[in-house]
T-cell receptor, first 109, second 111 residues
Framework: GQSLEQPSEVTAVEGAIVQINCTYQTSGFYGLSWYQQHDGGAPTFLSYNALDGLEETGRFSSFLSRSDSYGYLLLQELQMKDSASYFCAVTNAGNMLTFGGGTRLMVKP | DVKVTQSSRYLVKRTGEKVFLECVQDMDHENMFWYRQDPGLGLRLIYFSYDVKMKEKGDIPEGYSVSREKKERFSLILESASTNQTSMYLC??????????FGPGTRLTVL
């Protein structure tokens, strides 16, 4: 089977940096994705890591360590609009995405 | 602008009714997916399809069936709706192993 673990809630202040961790157990691992979902909205793609290391896209970065079955999403210079749920997802050999339970990020002034 | 659309944003049905949820994508993607989303459980895959007339069970297929007669359309069917199928249903499509695009979701309530 497959499982992903991520914290259920994280709170941070505007302008700060926050890291959302994701550990996974899966067979036939291809890559780790991150999605953002605002309340009432659809999930939207943020990043995809197939190889070890850090991928940076503006204020957001994503990291993967395949040997540790671990990744994280790093959000810098937090803004109020970053308040949302963040999901990690694993792509396996069957080309399916399996999602974690999501981390609800609350950004406070 | 890429788009995945779902037939309804909100739906209320009675126990035992047959329910059809429709999903259409305009990106010529091979792969299409149906998820349900419940608080604390994230997104769970019900069924997916990697080509016309092809379907594969996901993690929670019980009580559901699907139909993919055309590449752009993927339908989720609840043969006999039950109250535990009250949920948010999300359709998605993807080309290869690239970005997955989600529809706006259908919030289904079964009374």
């Amino acid at each position: 089977g497959q499982s992903l673990e991520q914290p259920s809630e994280v709170t941070a202040v505007e302008g700060a940096i926050v890291q959302i961790n994701c550990t996974y157990q899966t067979s036939g691992f291809y890559g780790l994705s991150w999605y953002q979902q605002h309340d009432g909205g659809a999930p939207t793609f943020l990043s995809y890591n197939a190889l070890d290391g850090l991928e940076e896209t503006g204020r957001f970065s994503s990291f993967l360590s395949r040997s540790d079955s671990y990744g994280y999403l790093l959000l810098q210079e937090l803004q109020m609009k970053d308040s949302a749920s963040y999901f990690c997802a694993v792509t396996n050999a069957g080309n399916m995405l399996t999602f974690g339970g999501g981390t609800r990020l609350m950004v406070k002034p | 602008d890429v788009k995945v659309t779902q037939s309804s944003r909100y739906l209320v049905k009675r126990t035992g009714e047959k329910v059809f949820l429709e999903c259409v994508q305009d990106m010529d993607h091979e792969n299409m997916f149906w998820y349900r989303q419940d608080p604390g459980l994230g997104l769970r895959l019900i069924y997916f399809s990697y080509d016309v007339k092809m379907k594969e069970k996901g993690d929670i297929p019980e009580g559901y069936s699907v139909s993919r007669e055309k590449k752009e359309r993927f339908s989720l069917i609840l043969e006999s709706a039950s109250t535990n199928q009250t949920s948010m249903y999300l359709c998605a499509s993807r080309s290869g192993d690239g970005e997955q695009f989600f529809g706006p979701g259908t919030r289904l309530t079964v009374l």
